[in-house]
């Protein structure tokens, strides 16, 4: 059971990146998916989250109006589009699955994680 994140990279501020993330198993497509963050010295936070079935989103208040993200069940495949993106944005990025379904922004709901992708925003 694996989730395989990828997109990150070097970008200007200002500037926009895609993050993937594909998951192995055909069952991810009934977890909730989130993307969490976490910037150097910092914890990890939840920067969005999407619900199974799509319908229900939540962002961070940092990266609302910016960030969207959506997910393809039938590729079992998330994504996370950036835009306007800020120096502040630089992190190791990390997809996440929940079995509970709906977006949470708990860290400890999520049973399974990527590898993270690193996000650096040059100023």
């Known amino acids: 059971v694996q989730l395989q994140a990828s997109g990150g990279g070097l970008v200007q501020a200002g500037g926009s990146l895609r993050l993937s993330c594909a998951g192995s198993e055909r069952t991810f497509s009934t977890y909730a998916w989130g993307w969490f963050r976490q910037p150097p010295g910092k914890e990890r936070d939840l920067a969005a989250g999407?619900?199974?079935?799509?319908?229900?989103?939540y962002y961070a208040d940092s990266v609302k109006g910016r960030f969207t993200i959506s997910r393809d069940n039938a590729k079992n495949t998330m994504y996370l589009q950036m835009n306007s993106l800020k120096p502040e944005d630089t992190a190791v990025y990390y997809c996440?699955?929940?079995?509970?379904?709906?977006?949470?922004?708990?860290?400890?709901?999520?049973?399974?994680w990527g590898q993270g992708t690193l996000v650096t925003v040059s100023s």
């Open positions: 996440a699955a929940s079995k509970l379904g709906s977006a949470n922004s708990s860290p400890s709901s999520y049973d399974y």
């Open positions: 999407i619900s199974w079935r799509g319908d229900s989103t």
